[in-house]
């Protein structure tokens, strides 16, 4: 009976690289070690790195974004050993909390450079930019983009256990055959990558093989979910994750304060370290009994909410910025969007990459709207109107305010 | 001072076939007649033909799914010539109520046969199927899909200004351009078709300039609007629409009892006739005030609401169900997303059509949630728990209940 | 199978006067006889008249307000004999729809003489007062209290069964008792009052019975609910009304286009006349298995709704206006609560009279905030801010618009 | 530029009683020495103790809120100095965060024993009983009572500027004037208590004085606010206080982590210590601009919420559980509207003193619903659905569950 204050499962060390500590990783890759146990029906805190690792200052120069070295991100906190849990059961993860450490009240949002990572819309803003985030309790406003402020909808842009070995094969086949056919100038995948891979405990020789064969934790992946960066998947949700492996090897990373539906500048959410505690319940045979081969969730009761009638929203279609038609493209369409919010924010006086920034983070709902109608593809893309401290109805005559800048490079 | 009634500017007659009234029409053409003038602030009632203009029986059988003539479509009422309005304005359109006839209380959902129209999950159910609805005040139930019930959100699929000349030969020739294109064995869009056109009280001349010119009903586009099929786009909304022609010459149509995102099953709204009530008011030079190229909304402040807790919540990443990866193909996601739900409605018993009609008509909320981790996109998409009668939840022992089935074509 | 009509169970005629008509009564007595039987689990529409039966204009003088003939109101439409009910058993009512008459787009809200009705702040707001609201679909304004505009959370002011003898003669004994123990300068207890009493179908013999013993209709009483006033028994409400003699006798009437928690001014919702429409569904052996002595409701999914952060929200005490310390008295506490907002309201330009009646019929939030803080009682009024035109937070400079006047009584 | 943690105001010493630390004090008077400055515009976090000071132990037993010394709680923090503040402005104060302390991540709710401090409904339930509640992050459950389980909306009980000399005059005038009219066997309000009156950093002699003059912090009131205990000023919420002093000498305390509307078992919300973060903004002759006599806020736009159709809703009326009739009296009203539903609370089987438990802390909405309807108030209660583990829909059969019990004084 009594006190009993919650058991931190992992902390992070922040004198010294997250690389070189072992509570951590950076691949998916079912050989891991585990770094401890977690009973059926436990709940733990779990100290996380923010997705860069810390190479991101809270200063006005965009130029560590530029510079972002892209093989040291996401090091997530785990694998954890989930006792009784086998493949084919069920993991049912709650999320009952989610906190930035008290010491670090700020998080960023980024714009890649296009040839560093890039992002949704990097055609059109191939530049890198940030802004940088304070937090105000439940809060956050950015000296980079004056005149809005929200409270966050916070949650884990990662969590997922260690796929299979089996698993872990079909994605290198399927995202190698897409790299091997793809004849854009761009990457479409990652495929694994050997440097600055972080095997968390494993031996030399282990790591060697998980440097080679390891997934990398950019995209999420349908077996597991992973990098899903769902902004409602936030405090109180329950997530349904397939188990793969025996001890279902769990991880977690990359916290978010914010982050807007697509989070579309690719470093997009407000990016942040922080705490998340996190209850384990294993359903036996779950995948079976509910029939699903991937993630599951139930959101939280306790969201920040505007009425459905302060969301100023804007349509898109799949025809592109040089009039192509495109044929029942839903990311065509909702590039569009973005590009329409954009191009309506310039009356007030931001510029395109502090409104590039903000859809990224801000609670933005994006909403596939019609998927048959062809050939359009229509998308939606909701913005709270009451983030901003002025009004910003269309038939409201706009007054142009003084935005400053978010952080460019220094030239 | 005093007692006023709503005044309504165009009456549907059920007695003979819409194609026989002046007041409709089922093409975008500049040259189409107006069929009245409305006032700029003034409020009107406009009737509306469901889509099919009446193809469809309130009967349990999907035959006349399977044989609906697809160029009889979308009878739209008007156009109206909106006083004051000229190119470059915006018209702000307020939806203040949406009606079924009181004497035809219900309304239909249908998947369209693979070879005639299909919908977005054709690929795997091809077969013609459909649902009737009956209205019980702001609910709808279904014979057809027993255990669910939900109140409408209830909305015009369609309404937008007609295109300029310039505007409409744009369409025409980036459309064309897909079609030449186009390999796929299907349609990915529809050019102009003389058959059955309708353009209201055009003369024989004009009309047929206007069959063979005029821009087809089914996609909505981006310089007006159009077919949006936005489920939100409900009473109490505000949308604002660019002007291309004098008087604007607006249309409205398609009404629907209630749309889930995505309105997957192409007729998959519940499809309705019915009585709109518009106010109109012109903002002049509004295009260029508000720097809009497409048409942009504020949702009217009246929805049904679920807590943010109430969605159970279904993922889908861009690799298909052959197992072959696509590269940010949110097309490809949210069709994985539907198929997870539709697998877990099985546990039920409800058999896929009937979730394939369910998901097309229920308010569900298709999210985009990442677009930028390559090489996956991921979608979600929220069915709200509390349209069942019974527990959906997932740690919930499922029972299976009686869930008879939807129409099907006549053996 | 097949289109289906919902049936009008009883309808108002509008060239004669309520009191000729037999589908109507306004006194609470067992012995009015049914007019009419609904199954169980049938929906029918019923018409109602507003509560006044037609005594007030829509014009801009308070005079019919003034002159308001209060023995003739509520004119309910019923009773209905719900077939298989019997005493003990709950009758389930699901309001499924209530609308406006189509041709009387148009209510009323009133400030009552305090020498005829008063209301809750009749001390201080003792002159008779007016606002007509028109109805522009879902939402409604006024020209008598400009600037504001919101959307009617439509409901009905008055139902339930008819009580059994016993049941009556309770209300009777106790009701009377009150009048009698009365010392204050004011009726605190309306008693049976035959003039202009209506018995609906009752024979002359009858009718003289009814019109002595009849219970009057403006308390809601804890056996049957009555007229409980409450602003969220909307649409899609289902409410449990305990059932006393054979057959229900069910009765409903004074319906409401929109309220605020209180109705503080008496004729203070937006009264009007309309149609409901309503399932009835026999409970059998209700109230023993629910264990209730009082209805009891579960409000419906669709509501006009305004984030939390909407609601500009003012506290009151109970320490009366003249500094006097009452013990725990939410009334008083209440009074309060509204002056301070009508105090605030003041620094935008309306008149005193106009806020009176705005909180009356706007759908502000009145809570019991504290009960138990001893001697105060804590009550808070919550004014959705978004139901204005202009920015009524309190650290925005306010600028004085014209707002015009409510009606008063002609000079 | 760069991360900057908030500071700290005041902070609890939990190895010795509140009562001897300087930080804080239970009695409010204009002479209680400051203990630390706050800049306009700065944000700080503060320290608080649970109102009891440490007197109720996370245990099984109610013997401890049975013998709880009533002259020694709310030991509140502060009062602090507010830069720029001077009687006639206003102080608004933004609720940026709450949060429990980390290595106590309980709270308690009590019934009080009627011959100390008694409750709303102590006439019936005059037995002491508690309840010990478990943080899981956002949620709470209690051992005491099952199967019920909800996230907090975490809020101060007391927040307040300190009185004049003018002021607490006032209060000491027409709160003993209640006292000595009183007729009524038990208190109905405290007069100034020297007993373990606690004046902070006061000397011997101010003490004395204080201790003599100083109000009791039990209820709120109109001129300060004080203790409100209102439910949704929580986290986000901004409130506008009247400033008396010069400095303001605002003081803080009493969090809860959760409470329903009325907190009617008097210890009646989750009450816990905790950490409070606010931000301070002198608003310069905010009375006299804003014409207002008591506090206001606006919420925060971060809640539990649930969708309106998830209440299930009873209602009261004033007549008392004798039959007497009251006139208008919304106290009795409400006493009525929680005695029906701890009433439909035993159908499951939690015993009555759990349902006054639960209904005193969970989010639960107290609506005034009619407030003149001669003779009756009526009242409404709306009872979360969804903090229940099982179905407590009306027409659902129950199923009696292991409820257990709360705690009740030893034997």
Chains 1, 2, 3, 4 share one sequence.
Not at 84 to 98: C, F, K, S
Not at 154 to 171: C, D, F, Q, R, T
Not at 236 to 260: C, R
Not at 354 to 370: D, E, F, K, T
Request: with cysteine; net charge negative.
């Amino acid at each position: 009976m009594g006190v009993k204050e919650i058991r931190t499962a992992v902390k992070c060390d922040f004198s010294k690289p997250a690389a070189e500590q072992e509570g951590f990783h950076n691949r998916w890759h079912p050989d891991i070690p585990s770094i401890g146990k977690i009973a059926n029906n436990e709940v733990v805190k779990i100290e996380c790195f923010d997705w860069t690792g810390g190479q991101i200052g809270n200063n006005d120069s965009a130029d560590d974004i530029r510079d972002v070295d892209l093989t040291k991100i996401h090091y997530l906190s785990g694998p954890f050993h989930i006792e009784t849990a086998e493949p084919g059961d069920i993991l049912l993860v709650e999320i009952q909390d989610v906190q930035p450490f008290q010491d670090q009240p700020w998080g960023f949002t980024g714009v890649f450079d296009k040839k560093n990572g890039g992002g949704f819309l990097d055609d059109i803003y191939p530049e890198p930019a940030k802004a940088i985030w304070d937090f105000e309790g439940i809060f956050c406003s950015s000296r980079h983009i004056p005149h809005v402020r929200f409270p966050g909808l916070i949650h884990p842009g990662i969590l997922g256990n260690a796929p299979s070995a089996e698993v872990l094969a079909e994605w290198n086949r399927r995202e190698g055959e897409l790299i091997s056919a793809n004849s854009l100038p761009r990457d479409v995948a990652k495929p694994p990558e050997p440097q600055n891979a972080h095997a968390g405990g494993a031996d030399a020789e282990l790591k060697t093989k998980i440097a080679r064969e390891g997934a990398r934790t950019i995209p999420g992946r349908p077996e597991h979910g992973g990098n899903c960066d769902i902004k409602n998947l936030s405090r109180g949700s329950k997530i349904y994750l397939p188990v793969h492996v025996t001890g279902a090897k769990f991880s977690v990373g990359d916290l978010h304060f914010s982050e807007g539906d697509g989070e579309i500048s690719f470093c997009g959410a407000i990016e942040m370290a922080g705490i998340i505690t996190l209850k384990f319940t294993v359903l036996k045979d779950g995948m079976a009994q509910m029939g699903t081969k991937s993630p599951l969730y139930i959101p939280g009761p306790v969201e920040p909410h505007y009425g459905p009638g302060r969301y100023l929203t804007f349509e898109g279609f799949s025809v592109d910025e040089q009039g192509k038609q495109h044929y029942m493209d839903a990311t065509v369409a909702y590039r569009q969007t973005c590009l329409r919010a954009i191009e309506y924010l310039r009356r007030y006086g931001y510029n395109d990459y502090q409104s590039y920034l903000l859809l990224s983070c801000a609670p933005i709902q994006g909403h596939i709207a019609g998927i048959v109608d062809i050939p359009n593809a229509c998308t939606t893309l909701g913005l709270p109107m009451d983030i901003f401290d002025f009004d910003i109805r269309p038939e409201t005559k706009p007054e142009k305010l003084d935005m400053g800048s978010c952080a460019f490079v220094d030239k």
